[in-house]
């Protein structure tokens, strides 16, 4: 694991992250509410499952 390590982060000479390969926390991969102050994927799920519901019930 340290060898890949190193392959895929050349500069962390140590292997430090051998244990976590999956750090990235770039803008791209990062949560969005840390970024771009967004909610979450599952909050936006959550939105739209709650409008629904509202709708079914109001149409009742």
């Given at each position: 694991?340290?060898?890949r390590a190193i392959r895929i982060y050349p500069h962390d000479k140590t292997a430090r992250?051998?244990?976590h390969l999956?750090?990235?926390s770039c803008h791209?991969?990062?949560n969005p509410r840390r970024h771009f102050n967004e909610p979450t994927m599952q909050e936006r799920?959550?939105?739209v499952k709650a409008r629904?519901?509202?709708v079914?019930?109001?149409e009742l």
């Open positions: 694991m340290k060898a992250l051998a244990d999956a750090v990235c791209a991969c990062g799920r959550f939105e629904d519901q509202e079914n019930i109001a």
